[in-house]
């Protein structure tokens, strides 16, 4: 709407520019007109004389022929020339210039704008997306030409049907498997054939269906996945109820919380979640930990120093009478998997490497 406006300014002032000048002025005004002209040039060149007789006519704001000229005629005398008229070459460039500001502020906001957007219930992690799964929710996937973005299912579900698409032309749905046994997973492919369109996908497994709005544009997730809670909390009830007592938990299961980050290389013995109750944390290790080199959990310290502290093991958890910011589970000097707390802020350092 701005650029119709600014475009439709461009021909009005084109159109008066063009009048003015085809404007047949009386005899002493288009004398006055020359003159002035002159003096302009002649001060643009640099003579000391046309720039005095050109002060003097402005400061007296009037010249001779303004004298003797009727009230009437003065007014015919194009206003403008009080200083240098603009070509119309020149007024349109300027207006052109403008076009082209508004609408660089336009993409700019614009750009801005999807940069910022973020959706409810998603946390990035590296270059992969997680959502918290709820039943019926449609969850918002984008993806880019010449990419492909890797939608991840749960561990123990796989699919009861193909996954079904409302644009099956320019979308292509491939399906891969990884891992084996009880860690096999599968993987959906998804990669649109052309860039801003969009669709919808349903994901039938043993388990749940997923709803997709899938979009294509210049930014793409290289990979999503789902999170569980209440399954996740269900898990944790169970352990719970069966270490009741042996490790009573002052609060409820439903007020458990799982805001917390886990980053590091990909280990067999990395934890799958971290949690709290609000007075202890509490570490779910994989079942294969039981066979393989357990890991040894420090706490990071203010000076970023990882400090010994007493835990607890029991079955599949390492259990922390205290509630973490930071801590790292290490392996020898190279495997190392950090922790962090919702509630602790990283440095730009630690945000860049």
Not at 48 to 57: G, I, S, T, V
Not at 256 to 272: A, K, M, Q, T, V
Not at 325 to 340: C, D, L, P
Request: glycine residues 6%; aromatic residues 10%.
């Amino acid at each position: 709407m701005k650029t119709k406006l600014i475009c439709a300014w461009v021909v009005v002032l084109f159109g008066v520019n063009q009048a003015v000048a085809q404007e047949v002025l009386p005899p002493e005004i288009s004398a006055e007109k020359e003159h002035y002209d002159s003096l302009v040039n002649s001060m643009e060149a640099g003579e000391e004389k046309a720039r005095l007789e050109f002060a003097n006519m402005t400061s007296s704001g009037e010249s001779s022929s303004e004298a003797v000229t009727s009230q009437n005629e003065i007014s015919q005398y194009p206003t403008f020339y009080k200083k240098r008229p603009r070509t119309s070459d020149e007024q349109l460039i300027e207006l052109l210039d403008e076009v082209q500001t508004l609408k660089a502020k336009v993409v700019s906001t614009k750009q801005a704008a999807v940069s910022t957007e973020r959706l409810p219930s998603r946390k990035t992690v590296g270059t992969k997306t997680y959502f918290n799964y709820q039943d019926g929710k449609i969850y918002e996937v984008h993806a880019g030409v010449d990419r492909v973005t890797d939608i991840e299912l749960q561990s123990d579900e796989t699919l009861t049907n193909a996954p079904l698409s409302g644009d099956t032309v320019r979308w292509k749905i491939g399906v891969v498997s990884s891992g084996k046994g009880v860690s096999a997973k599968t993987h959906l492919i998804l990669k649109p054939l052309e860039d801003g369109i969009e669709t919808n996908i349903l994901i039938p497994t043993t388990k749940r269906v997923y709803h997709l709005r899938a979009v294509s544009g210049d930014w793409y997730m290289p990979s999503v996945a789902w999170n569980y809670p209440e399954e996740q909390a269900r898990e944790v009830a169970e352990y719970l109820r069966k270490q009741k007592e042996l490790e009573p938990v002052g609060l409820a299961p439903e007020e458990l919380s799982f805001n917390y980050r886990i980053e590091g290389g990909d280990y067999s013995w990395s934890p799958l979640r971290v949690f709290d109750d609000g007075q202890k944390t509490y570490f779910q290790m994989p079942e294969e930990m039981s066979v393989t080199e357990a890991p040894v959990l420090f706490v990071i310290d203010d000076h970023d120093e990882p400090m010994l502290v007493n835990y607890r093991v029991k079955g599949a958890y390492y259990i922390l009478d205290r509630l973490i910011e930071r801590a790292q589970m290490r392996v020898g000097k190279k495997g190392i998997v950090t922790i962090y707390s919702s509630k602790y802020k990283r440095s730009l350092w630690e945000r860049l490497f």
